[in-house]
Nanobody, 122 residues
Framework: QVQLVESGGGLVQAGASLRLSCVAS????????MAWFRQAPGKEREFVAV????????SYAESVKGRFTISRDKVKSMVFMQMNSLKFEDTAVYYC???????????????WGQGTQVTVSS
């Protein structure tokens, strides 16, 4: 099975930047669509960003568009998310996910990491 592990979260002030990383143990990593989701306390898990198998196509939630950038490294079997101009509203546990469809629907993703906490102070 594909195993995903996130890292890079932390506590930062509003306006700061963080870079999240997700490493996959599976050798077929390049065959998967990769995405980032997040879940704030008391809220449902929501879509953040998705990147195609080749890395050439990306899509973002409206709330993070222009501030977050998703990318992937096939050689290292990793997916990243650069987060700039962080807001208090970005505070959440961030999860990376792998699936077979280019979609923002979380139910379409088959494998999930355990999450990394991002906390933004206002």
């Amino acid at each position: 099975q594909v195993q995903l592990v996130e890292s890079g979260g932390g506590l930062v002030q509003a306006g700061a930047s963080l870079r999240l990383s997700c490493v996959a143990s599976e050798g077929t990593f390049s065959n998967y669509i990769m995405a980032w989701f997040r879940q704030a306390p008391g809220k449902e898990r929501e879509f953040v960003a998705v990147v195609s198998r080749s890395g050439s196509m990306t899509s973002y939630a409206e709330s993070v568009k222009g501030r977050f950038t998703i990318s992937r490294d096939k050689v290292k079997s990793m997916v990243f998310m650069q987060m700039n101009s962080l807001k208090f509203e970005d505070t959440a546990v961030y999860y990376c996910a792998a699936g077979d469809s280019y979609t923002m629907d979380l139910i379409r993703y088959d494998f999930w990491g355990q999450g990394t906490q991002v906390t933004v102070s206002s």
